[in-house]
Nanobody
Framework: QVTLRGSGGGLVQAGDSLRLSCVVS????????MGWFRQAIGSEREFLAT????????SSADSVKGRFTISRDNTKSTVYLQMNNLKPEDTAVYYC?????????????????WGQGTQVTVSS
């Protein structure tokens, strides 16, 4: 059984940083492409970033480019999302997701497995 366990969310002030983590089990992690999404209340799920199996290729949404960075450690079966200079509009539930597809895509439907979500709240 494949499980994704996300952590690292919390309540921070504008301008602060957070690092989200997501540990994958039940799958050979180096065969998995990973992504991060978020969903604010009343909004659709939004793509943030994705990283290839080896970690050599990455893609980020324009809305977070320069502030958010995705990375992975295949020895720990873990993907990270470093978030800097957080803003109140970053408040949302953040989800990690795993895909067996090779191509880097931003579409939630291309990801087979999802974490439970971790809440990030940014106060002004």
């Amino acid at each position: 059984q494949v499980t994704l366990r996300g952590s690292g969310g919390g309540l921070v002030q504008a301008g602060d940083s957070l690092r989200l983590s997501c540990v994958v089990s039940g799958w050979i992690f180096s065969n998995v492409r990973m992504g991060w999404f978020r969903q604010a209340i009343g909004s659709e799920r939004e793509f943030l970033a994705t990283i290839s199996r080896s970690g050599n290729l990455r893609s980020s949404a324009d809305s977070v480019k320069g502030r958010f960075t995705i990375s992975r450690d295949n020895t720990k079966s873990t993907v990270y999302l470093q978030m800097n200079n957080l803003k109140p509009e970053d408040t949302a539930v953040y989800y990690c997701a795993a895909s067996s597809k090779v191509v880097l895509t931003t579409t939630p439907d291309d990801y087979e497995y999802w974490g439970q979500g971790t809440q990030v709240t940014v106060s002004s």
